[in-house]
């Protein structure tokens, strides 16, 4: 009988003591341990973060029942027990009673636990530090401290950057704590899915080492290729049953859907929410993209116009230089993983992309629904009709989709951003097209604007903005575009398309066949 999967469920004790299928990371989690003291983790959200955290406090407490099996089994002093603070902030109900006050509730409750009283008016530094000194003299043990996502009361804030600043300098009162406590702590693991307020919010904790892009935490949380192939072996015949796939193919569909996150440009590894989810339901969608929306991430791309994504380069720095009253898209969108490191060049510069196709397509998906202001995202019906209309070489039908794209944008908006409305829903819905039909959409230093190819037939096409369908043309012809497809034996259909930004469509088109397929 199958290991029932553990979907959502972040608590290592829960998935071992209830029979859930847990992937072995003790090995990588015990390097980790053996290596250093004190550490910070940036991850995407739901990736295993707190599964790590939860199965490093069952380390620490000796659990050793637990880990029946696995690989640390034999390769640890259970008997060498630590006292544990596990502190999550994205459940301490901050939102209801202010940050400070939850810090304080959340203090007393695991004081409580280990019979530890503090003050009345003690503040939460005062409190902080008295909980790791008397839980280090009360067991003779220093302690383990665990925080996980650390950075929740700021993302949860950035439409309220006021909030975010109050809560900012809660959290570096209190994590000021930690450096003069370094006596009482056994090992430090602190998670978050960004860095944008690492500085700012562990300024005085300088020796807090980063394991964000270091090699040796590449593969600490997400599935690896090896680890997909083996622990997912027994649910794979139901999924290629359903799917009408060999395994070959259904492991291939899996890489390019799921695969593709790294942070060292050697280790790539799956998602394990949408590895998970896909086996549960054994079908492919966007399981990830789905559980959570990216809307403060939208708004930082809409206020830089900044909508192309694949093969961008950005300097290590980068990723640590955040303001919160100004936040750098770019560096957000790796931490959050919409982007990720597909190269790193001799000049330390790396080079960004989408993970996978899971990614991509939701993420395109939910930038043309938006900025077409559509409530929900409806990219996906708009660009199949236009690879159906292409596929029937339906010239007409391709026009009328191209016209419906600019239909519910608001005319106020659509006047003050004419241009950058135009160029960016053109290139998101044909890069979007590559998904289905192999359309290339080049930048504007590139030379064609898009190429469609479909079974039949090559499609060139030429955009313009406030001229005129034949110059479009004239600029296909007269840089002779067509003629890098020469020994392509389809016909090249070269199509001009002018778009008005004063009626808010396409006005004129014209078309005709390459000299070389008339």
Not at 280 to 286: D, E, H, L, Q
Not at 318 to 338: R, V
Not at 407 to 428: G, N, R, T, V
């Amino acid at each position: 009988m199958l290991q029932k999967l553990p979907v959502g469920i972040q608590t290592f004790e829960e998935i071992i003591g209830k029979d859930y299928l847990y992937i072995d990371k003790t090995e990588a989690i015990h390097r980790l341990i053996a290596s250093g003291k004190y550490y910070f983790l940036s991850r995407p959200r739901r990736f295993g973060k707190s599964l790590t955290l939860s199965t490093l406090n069952a380390i620490f407490s000796g659990k050793r029942d637990l880990f029946k099996g696995l690989w640390i089994e034999n390769q640890w002093d259970w008997d060498n027990k630590h006292p544990v603070v596990h502190l999550s902030f994205s459940s301490i109900g901050y939102r209801e009673i202010g940050l400070e006050q939850a810090i304080r509730q959340e203090l007393n409750k695991i004081g409580a636990i280990g019979g530890i009283t503090f003050p009345q008016q003690a503040s939460i530094a005062l409190m902080f530090r008295q909980l790791l000194e008397q839980l280090a003299r009360q067991h003779g043990k220093k302690v383990v401290l665990l925080i996980d996502e650390y950075d929740k009361p700021l993302i949860d804030y950035l439409d309220d950057i006021p909030q975010a600043r109050t809560n900012q300098q809660v959290m570096k009162t209190f994590y000021s704590v930690i450096k003069d406590s370094d006596p009482y702590l056994e090992f430090l693991l602190i998670t978050g899915v960004s860095k944008f307020s690492k500085v700012s919010v562990f300024s005085d904790l300088n020796n807090l080492y980063d394991l964000t892009l270091d090699h040796k935490a590449a593969t600490l949380v997400g599935y690896t290729q090896a680890e997909l192939e083996h622990y997912f072996a027994p649910y794979f015949p139901a999924a290629e049953q359903r799917l009408k796939l060999s395994r070959a193919e259904l492991l291939e569909k899996l890489r390019r859907w799921y695969n593709g996150y790294s942070w060292d440009n050697e280790n790539f590894v799956y998602n394990p929410y949408s590895i998970l989810s896909f086996f549960s339901a054994n079908a492919f969608r966007n399981f990830w993209f789905e559980s959570g929306t990216p809307t403060f991430l939208i708004k930082l791309m809409r206020r830089d116009w900044l909508y192309q994504f694949d093969n961008l380069e950005l300097s290590e720095r980068a990723f640590s230089s955040y303001d919160i009253e100004y936040l750098e898209t770019l560096p957000i969108l790796f931490q959050t993983g919409y982007l990720t490191i597909k190269g790193i060049d001799e000049h330390n510069l790396y080079r960004l992309d989408y993970p996978n196709a899971e990614v991509k397509e939701a993420l395109l998906e939910y930038m043309i629904s938006n900025l077409r202001h559509e409530q929900t995202a409806l990219g996906t019906p708009l660009v199949v009709h236009l690879h159906k209309a292409f596929q029937a070489n339906d010239l007409e039908q391709v026009i009328d989709i191209i016209k419906s794209i600019f239909k519910k944008i608001p005319s106020q908006i659509f006047i003050k951003e004419a241009e950058a409305y135009y160029h960016s829903l053109i290139y998101l819905v044909f890069f979007y097209l590559g998904q289905y039909t192999e359309a290339e959409v080049n930048d504007s230093t590139g030379r064609i604007d898009c190429v469609v190819k479909t079974p039949t037939h090559i499609y060139i096409i030429e955009f313009k903005l406030n001229k005129n369908a034949k110059t479009a043309l004239k600029q296909i012809k007269d840089k002779d575009y067509a003629g890098a497809y020469r020994t392509d034996p389809r016909p090249k259909v070269l199509l001009g398309i002018n778009f008005s930004s004063k009626a808010k469509t396409v006005d004129d088109w014209v078309t005709e066949l390459a000299a070389s397929s008339a």
